[in-house]
């Protein structure tokens, strides 16, 4: 993977949250453009101005449930969308895979301290992807 051209799009509305992750990614691939956006909104916003190498999503931002957002969708996005959520249920990550999110990851310590390798993984297996 190469770092100078991987582009993060974090999608959380809890600021403690944002910070954990940008500071750890940061930390793991500092020449990386790392963009945080708190709603739906700047999301749609962001992707359009730019398309990054992969998103985390958050569940619930400011003014919406992300997971509405990826099924209303047309197509899946071209980018691997990993989403997150502090709680949630079988049914709402087997939807939200279903939607076009390629993870679906309940947030904990530990996931703050290994966002990144998440990241190096999920970006690895998108590129590898059949066709």
Not at 32 to 46: G, K, L, M, P, W
Not at 49 to 74: E, F, Q, V
Not at 88 to 106: L, P, Y
Request: aromatic share 6%.
């Amino acid at each position: 993977m190469n770092c100078t051209d991987l582009r993060i799009l974090i999608a959380e509305d809890e600021i403690t949250h944002s910070i954990a992750f940008s500071r750890r990614l940061e930390k793991v691939y500092p020449d990386a453009r790392i963009e945080v956006v708190t709603s739906i909104r700047d999301y749609q916003n962001s992707i359009a101005a730019a398309m990054p190498t992969i998103a985390l999503l958050d569940l619930n931002l400011a003014d919406g449930c992300s997971l509405d957002m990826l099924k209303d969708s047309a197509a899946p996005p071209p980018f691997p969308v990993v989403m997150l959520s502090s709680s949630a249920s079988r049914q709402v990550a087997a939807d939200a895979i279903q939607a076009g999110a390629v993870d679906f990851i309940i947030k904990s310590p530990e996931i703050f301290l290994s966002i990144a390798d998440i990241v190096e993984k999920t970006v690895r297996e998108w590129e590898q992807r059949p066709g």
